[in-house]
T-cell receptor, first 118, second 113 residues
Framework: GAVVSQHPSRVICKSGTSVKIECRSLDFQATTMFWYRQFPKQSLMLMATSNEGSKATYEQGVEKDKFLINHASLTLSTLTVTSAHPEDSSFYIC??????????????FGPGTRLTVL | AQSVTQPDIHITVSEGASLELRCNYSYGATPYLFWYVQSPGQGLQLLLKYFSGDTLVQGIKGFEAEFKRSQSSFNLRKPSVHWSDAAEYFCAVGNTGFQKLVFGTGTRLLVSP
């Protein structure tokens, strides 16, 4: 089956620093990757959609200058939380899809990254 | 706009008993429907999906779901719950399998001995 990895699994950083989270599709080429944020005991909220080689499309209310997304290759997308603050602490989950081959293609989710900003 | 409602925040089921988790959706066209499970601190694992065809869908771990267009529902069922099924369950809807999904708020399943 399709496998998506995320690194790191958890990270603790000081307020004001930047943190980069990687999302990799290990055994397929991901045309499209999605970044979600999940607050404790809540659902996943889509932050942005990225297509390889294109600028990410951000959902309403998500600051694109704060959450930088790069999808430079078909197997790697990165989310950089810039100048992180305690309110950015959350569980970040990526998903990947080969996309556009068939409408029945499915997203595969990574295991998530727990970010704690002190 | 697409939306998903999971009316039950928590459900407690005895081990060995049957389970049904409710999911209602609002969608203007033919929906693509999914059930995911999330264990503590983990990402999401796909249990099953419905795109078209037979309205009763079989998934992994003994789960099944039934699509009822007239009721805009996609309820998840399992005939006999195991303690390892304790987790958070999310229903989601999309217009395709690979485009962005809208998730429900989740139902936390607790399994009692």
């Amino acid at each position: 089956g399709a496998v998506v990895s995320q690194h790191p699994s958890r990270v603790i950083c000081k307020s004001g620093t930047s943190v980069k989270i990687e999302c990799r599709s290990l055994d397929f080429q991901a045309t499209t990757m999605f970044w979600y944020r999940q607050f404790p005991k809540q659902s996943l909220m889509l932050m942005a959609t990225s297509n390889e080689g294109s600028k990410a499309t951000y959902e309403q209310g998500v600051e694109k200058d704060k959450f930088l997304i790069n999808h430079a290759s078909l197997t790697l997308s990165t989310l950089t939380v810039t100048s992180a603050h305690p309110e950015d602490s959350s569980f970040y989950i990526c998903s990947a899809s080969s996309g556009f081959r068939s409408s029945t293609d499915t997203q595969y989710f990574g295991p998530g990254t727990r970010l704690t900003v002190l | 706009a697409q939306s998903v409602t999971q009316p039950d925040i928590h459900i407690t089921v005895s081990e060995g008993a049957s389970l049904e988790l409710r999911c209602n959706y609002s969608y203007g066209a033919t929906p693509y429907l999914f059930w995911y499970v999330q264990s503590p601190g983990q990402g999401l694992q796909l249990l099953l999906k419905y795109f078209s065809g037979d309205t009763l869908v079989q998934g992994i771990k003994g789960f099944e779901a039934e699509f009822k267009r007239s009721q805009s529902s996609f309820n998840l069922r399992k005939p006999s719950v195991h303690w390892s099924d304790a987790a958070e369950y999310f229903c989601a809807v999309g217009n395709t399998g690979f485009q962005k999904l809208v998730f429900g708020t989740g139902t936390r399943l607790l399994v009692s001995p």
